[in-house]
T-cell receptor, first 110, second 113 residues
C-alpha cells in the first residue's frame, strides 16, 4: 500500500526556473493538499482540492499553481521560482480528521 | 502573535521518563485538536485526535485539552528512544472539509538511553 507518493525527493532550481512537484495517492481520497514547512513557521497550507476539478487557495498560494484532473494526482507547479520558495513541501490526502502525508520534497532555489 | 504557540525545544529526556508536550492557542473557536509525530526527513503522521475538552488515552500516549485555558498537552509515558521525533500540535474550528488546519511549529524530542 503506497499511500501518498511525492517526487522528486530533492530539487535544486535557479531563480526564475519553473518546475512541477508530483503527488499521487492510491487511497481514493477526495481531499488533497499541499503544505510547505519552514523553520519557525510550522506547516502552512498552499492549495487544496476537495475533488477532481475543484481547487482552492490556502494560506500561502502566491507563486504556486495546482490542478486536479484525477482523484489520484495533485501536482504543484512553481511558475517562476524565487529564493523565498526554498522549503520542504508536503503533499497530503485526508480521510475524516486524518491527514496522510507524503515523505516530502526538499526544494532549494538559488 | 501566532494563533498556535509551541515551544520548539529540543527537549531531552532519559529513557523511561514521562514527557509532557504542550501547545497554547488564542482562537477560542478551535474545537478539534490533533497531535502529529514527524520523524526526521519524513512526513508527519497522526498520533492522537480529540474533540473539545477532556482526555484521550492510547497506549503510552494521553492527549489532554483544556479549552478554558486554551491549552493542550500530549503526555508520553515510559518514553522510548523510538519516540525521538518532532511533535506537532494542530487544530481546526469545524469538521468541514474546507476547515483550515492550523499547525504549531513543533517540539523536537530526544529520548536518550
Amino acid at each position: 500500500n503506497a499511500g501518498v507518493t511525492q517526487t522528486p525527493k530533492f530539487q535544486v532550481l535557479k531563480t526564475g526556473q519553473s518546475m512541477t512537484l508530483q503527488c499521487a495517492q492510491d487511497m481514493n481520497h477526495e481531499y488533497m493538499s499541499w503544505y510547505r514547512q519552514d523553520p519557525g513557521m510550522g506547516l502552512r497550507l498552499i492549495h487544496y482540492s476537495v475533488g477532481a476539478g475543484i481547487t482552492d487557495q490556502g494560506e500561502v498560494p502566491n507563486g504556486y499553481n495546482v490542478s486536479r484532473s484525477t482523484t489520484e494526482d495533485f501536482p504543484l507547479r512553481l511558475l517562476s521560482a524565487a529564493p523565498s520558495q526554498t522549503s520542504v513541501y508536503f503533499c497530503a490526502s485526508r480521510k475524516g480528521e486524518k491527514l496522510f502525508f507524503g515523505s516530502g520534497t526538499q526544494l532549494s532555489v538559488l | 502573535q501566532k494563533e498556535v504557540e509551541q515551544d520548539p525545544g529540543p527537549l531531552s529526556v532519559p529513557e523511561g521518563a514521562i514527557v509532557s508536550l504542550n501547545c497554547t492557542y488564542s482562537n477560542s473557536a478551535f474545537q478539534y485538536f490533533m497531535w502529529y509525530r514527524q520523524y526526521s526527513r519524513k512526513g508527519p503522521e497522526l498520533l492522537m485526535y480529540t474533540y473539545s475538552s477532556g482526555n484521550k488515552e492510547d497506549g503510552r500516549f494521553t492527549a489532554q485539552v483544556d479549552k478554558s485555558s486554551k491549552y493542550i498537552s500530549l503526555f508520553i509515558r515510559d518514553s522510548q528512544p523510538s519516540d525521538s521525533a518532532t511533535y506537532l500540535c494542530a487544530m481546526r474550528m469545524s469538521a468541514g472539509t474546507a476547515s483550515k488546519l492550523t499547525f504549531g511549529t513543533g517540539t523536537r524530542l530526544q529520548v536518550t538511553l
